[in-house]
């Protein structure tokens, strides 16, 4: 990996005023370059907020690909430790489709919870 290459992707971030809190360049399976912008650093937790939609997404699909789930599959069958005992009829036929595509009908916004 060109240390120019990185050099020229941090060049062209602040060219187009794009604020990043870190970056982390992987190269077969070595970090070869990282870095935080202040105030981030290593140690200052990060909500991923959205971001966590798009890793659940990818292990699903994995999931399914590899015969281990379906689509159509109710939550409550994929993780029957995890339910709770005053569960609502409605959220019991949530499947595992309704969440990577958030359909599952939330009547409120949880941002608050996280």
């Given amino acids: 990996m060109s240390s120019r290459a990185i050099a020229a992707l941090l060049d062209r971030l602040e060219a187009a005023s794009i604020e990043c809190h870190s970056l982390m360049v992987v190269r077969h399976g070595h970090v070869v370059a990282e870095g ?43 993780l029957p430790d995890h339910v709770p005992d005053n569960l609502s009829a409605q959220a019991s036929r949530i499947t595992v489709h309704h969440l990577p595509s958030m359909t599952a009908g939330h009547p409120g916004d949880s941002l608050a919870d996280a």
């Fill in 36 to 78: 935080w912008w202040a105030p981030y650093s290593a140690e200052r937790p990060h909500l991923p907020y959205s971001l966590t939609k798009s890793f659940t997404s990818v292990a699903v699909g994995l999931a399914v690909s590899d015969g281990l789930l379906s689509l159509a599959d109710r939550v409550v069958d994929v």
